[in-house]
């Protein structure tokens, strides 16, 4: 038996243990190896766990059956210091098992996993703020290597640190190819054994879910979608409860993980809304970590009250409508999906850069988060999106055409540089639609949309003297107002629309 | 005693019966004047009245006093042929006084008052569409000569068709100044004494509605409204009652007047609920022509249900919405007010020129009407509202300093020569926000926003050709697509904001 610290390399070995001081770092993965018996059913006859223990911290894990005899059981550990470990399972061969490690501090680049902070926001474990900025690209992973290595490519530059991602292949207008390879035993299109997974399938989503992560990336991961042409959108209870515990075994020891159950549920008739409850229920139960767990809409919102969702995961273009739903769901509101910037046919994929950018701000600027999309079209003339062979990044990733990425990095390091969790103070109104979030008395960002005004009452405390610097949101400028301020005052603006106020208290 | 055909020109005269054969067109105003008493109080002493008889048809209006000795009964006959009438009065010197008229045809520019037709939409009594495309000046009747002869200049350049406008004078930001008249006899501030008008200001605002008439525009007359410094928006009920009872004498036989019970009903704590319904319930007892009547709202949008009211007039900014407003009220639904074009401080005068036209679009294509308004200020730096001696053309008229309302015209002309009324053919959701109107199969008139799809799929019917135009509803271009078009067809687009298509059945 061997142990790595990565999940990207592929070892295949012995169950023997080693004596040398093994090391992993926090909130990496520690994986133990074991080698047993390939007949039969693996995938259901066996199984396996291991019991962790780091002085009074004990913590059970379940492993999986990775195909070709090989059995493992995959453990983040959430603390520091000396782990010890023995193996339980229905085979004598991969049973009493027993190791030791040293979990050691993380390093810097390392924050661990997202949990939710201060009911409305999210932190890293380490407590490092976190603002999700997430974009989608639904099928990447399904699109083999060299597509796959110019999306994180793109990614690299840094706008966004979330993404959407579905396990199952896609079936959609501009993603009508068959994927690489398929999650079950069987062959396309409905014959598959459901009992029987393809680990390569699901080695492949770890490998990009680790890219990720190499990026300061979350792998948002869609557990079902109804864009399905294969049977795995109507898969039955059994099956589905299978696959899940699979997921958890084999994903949820990476820390940037996150569960949605779906994308848009509710357009996937073959569930009810008690198999929704119990998806979430399942992942609550069985992953050891408690990774962010949301669902995500289509027309009706779940109802996010259900204490066991993290937070809120809405698909609606209204952002500005965020703080209504901090009151609602008492959670973070991430707006997982409002269209997307693009020039298809569809209406959700239609949206110019600036209504894009529009959107982010007013969320972020009410208290809420916002997600981005892309689809664009290049042929010419348009072709119907199921005869179309452009690659859109919505779909299957690729490069970014438009221009909102680089506004929304330009917002995103102005709120990362916050002094800390900005909250609402502006009461939304259809007649007084603007937004302001703020940071106790110290800092303020109110934005004005795409109106123009040529001049703007901020009221802010009598006590202190407040520096006002002017932000447009498109042209990513910042610019210093002259003089200080206090009180209720007429500020002089550009008559522009994207315009902000950053304003700042001065310490004297 | 004399009669005159219009009110433009105040003529005295005794109350003698001419014999000579008066002619007064249909819709326009028969108007007696009669010599009495000045003594006492005439405004609430005095009661005239006529009887007006065409054959089978009868009519009783009232009169009123219009200072110096001199009683006035106008009449607006809505029937051509020959007229008689007889007076009552409590005053012996006004009683039993006989005359008779003809009425003849209407000119080719006359289509009489404004009426509902067809549940939804507006016709002139002739039949005439009218599609009301209105814009605001609400205190312009009160800024003298010189700025009123500027705003029907501007007006003459045929943007609207409807301007709203408040009776009483107003008092709020960039309209500080003291009006020329005071309805009421007294002393300003608020020394007024309430049984006792004050003619000259009421034969002012005469003026302005027969000089709006004149360009083809409805006067849409605010009864009540929340910016007061005199005491006007908290008269109590009799003197409410009063001065109701003499505008309905005075305006009611101008063809183009409309009744709107208040600006920001919501926002006059002075006035109940009840007071409402009962100004509602006077206009429709006591107009004998049955104006057009509605109530505008602040933030609490009016019953619109209530069968007195003609139509929804409502202050909202979601346009769009039109067609919910139609389901929910049977009525035709204008939006008033819907945030105005310019740069000001407040977030309602604050719009683009793009935002203002969007909503225009979006609101016409919905089954809706929409009303303008602009709020550019010019001073440089900005003062505040109160302190500025900008022109503002929402509050006192003047010249459009926009870039909307030429695009108003735009598609105010495209509206008026569609072959019929049109009606919402798509049901609005979040996620499929395009609008579009249809007459019958023969035309559609569909609305892509601010959004650039560089193709849309447009469902015609099988059996019909249609032709399609793309319009630019922003650079005021009608360019047609090459071919003929029916069923499903993908129609390429140039990728640009406000684009809208208008398709065409070919009759062969």
Same mark, same amino acid.
Request: glycine residues 6%; hydrophobic residues 35%; contains cysteine.
């Given at each position: ?280 229920? &399942?992942? !609550? /139960? ?6 962010? +767990? $949301?669902?995500? @809409? #289509?027309?009706? =919102? ?48 239609? &949206?110019? !850069? /600036? ?6 701000? +007013? $969320?972020?600027? @009410? #208290?809420?988060? =916002? ?138």
């Amino acid at each position: 038996m061997k142990i790595r610290q990565t999940t990207i390399l592929v070892l295949l070995l012995l169950a023997v243990p080693l004596v040398a001081q093994l090391k992993v770092e926090k909130w990496r993965t520690f994986e133990i190896v074991l080698k047993g018996a390939s007949g039969g059913n693996p995938f259901v006859d066996v199984q396996v766990s291991a019991d962790f223990s780091n002085g009074a911290i004990k913590k059970t894990v379940s492993g999986f059956y990775d195909g070709n005899g090989i059995y493992k059981i995959r453990f983040m550990p959430q603390e520091t210091g000396s782990w010890t470990y023995v193996t339980t399972s229905n085979v004598k061969s991969l049973r009493n098992k027993k190791g030791k490690f040293e979990c050691i501090s993380n390093a810097a680049n390392n924050h661990g996993p997202v949990v939710v902070k201060d009911t409305f926001n999210f932190a890293y474990a380490d407590n490092k703020p976190y603002y999700p900025f997430g974009t989608t690209c639904y099928a990447w992973v399904h699109q083999g290597d060299s597509l796959a290595k110019q999306t994180l490519q793109t990614l690299s530059h840094g706008y966004f640190n979330k993404m959407r991602m579905c396990i199952f292949p896609k079936d959609y207008d501009w993603n009508k190819n068959e994927p690489a390879l398929y999650p079950f035993e069987g062959k396309p299109l409905t014959a598959w054994d459901y009992t029987r997974f393809n680990p390569a399938y699901f080695q492949n989503i770890e490998k990009r879910i680790a890219q990720l992560d190499s990026l300061g990336i979350e792998a948002d991961l869609i557990v079902f979608h109804p864009y399905d042409r294969w049977g795995f959108k109507s898969m039955n209870r059994k099956t589905d409860d299978l696959y899940i515990n699979y997921i958890i075994a084999r994903f949820a020891s990476y820390k940037n993980v996150w569960w949605s159950m779906a994308n848009e549920y509710d357009f996937m008739n073959e569930k009810t809304m008690e198999d929704w409850d119990h998806f979430i229920k &399942l992942f !609550a /139960e069985k992953d050891p970590y408690n990774h962010l +767990r $949301g669902i995500h @809409n #289509g027309s009706k =919102v779940y109802d996010h009250t259900n204490p066991l969702l993290t937070h809120a995961s809405i698909q609606n273009d209204e952002t500005f409508k965020a703080k209504e739903l901090r009151r609602k769901y008492k959670k973070p509101v991430v707006y997982d999906e409002c269209r997307y910037e693009g020039n298809i046919n569809w209406s959700w994929g239609n &949206l110019t !850069a /600036e209504e894009m950018v529009n959107k982010f701000w +007013r $969320g972020v600027t @009410n #208290g809420g988060y =916002v997600g981005h999309g892309e689809t664009y079209v290049t042929e010419n003339p348009v072709k119907w999106g199921n005869e179309s062979s452009d690659v859109l990044w919505w779909s299957k990733g690729g490069v970014l055409r438009g221009q909102s990425q680089e506004r929304i990095k330009f917002l995103k390091n102005i709120i990362e540089s916050a002094p800390g969790y900005l909250r609402p103070v502006v009461n939304y109104e259809w007649w007084m639609p603007y937004s302001a979030v703020a940071y106790k008395d110290e800092y303020y960002l109110n934005y004005y949309n795409l109106d123009q005004p040529r001049s703007q009452i901020v009221n802010l405390p009598q006590k202190s003297k407040y520096k006002v610097e002017i932000i447009n949101a498109w042209d990513m400028t910042i610019t210093s107002v002259k003089g200080e301020f206090s009180g209720k005052s007429l500020i002089q603006l550009p008559q522009k629309p994207f315009t902000a106020l950053r304003i700042t208290k001065i310490n004297k």
